[in-house]
Nanobody
Framework: QLQLAESGGGLVQPGGSLRLSCTFS????????IGWFRQAPGNEREGVSC????????AYADSVSGRFTISSDNAKNTVYLQMNSLKPEDTAVYYC??????????????????WGQGTQVTVSS
């Protein structure tokens, strides 16, 4: 059974940093890529970043490029999203999801078959 769980969300001031973790089981990053998505109240879910199987590809949304970094630790079955220089508009529930792809996409939500439950990130002073 494939499972994913996010952690690391919380309340942070503008300009601050958070590191989200996506811990998974039932598959490996040899065959699956991981995407990070977010959804703010009243908005559609949007892609933030992704990493393909065997780190074949990485992608970032324009709104987070240069501020967020995705990475993986195969030994820990975990993918991280390091978020720096956070802005109030980054406030959302953040989800990780898995797709059996080498070249990942952050625009194709339907490509992702397995989802975590989400973790809240709030950027506010």
């Amino acid at each position: 059974q494939l499972q994913l769980a996010e952690s690391g969300g919380g309340l942070v001031q503008p300009g601050g940093s958070l590191r989200l973790s996506c811990t998974f089981s039932g598959f490996t990053l040899d065959y699956f890529g991981i995407g990070w998505f977010r959804q703010a109240p009243g908005n559609e879910r949007e892609g933030v970043s992704c990493i393909g199987a065997r780190d074949a590809s990485r992608a970032y949304a324009d709104s987070v490029s240069g501020r967020f970094t995705i990475s993986s630790d195969n030994a820990k079955n975990t993918v991280y999203l390091q978020m720096n220089s956070l802005k109030p508009e980054d406030t959302a529930v953040y989800y990780c999801a898995a797709a059996q792809v080498s070249f990942c996409s952050i625009s194709g939500l339907n490509d992702y078959d397995y989802w975590g439950q989400g973790t809240q990130v709030t950027v506010s002073s």
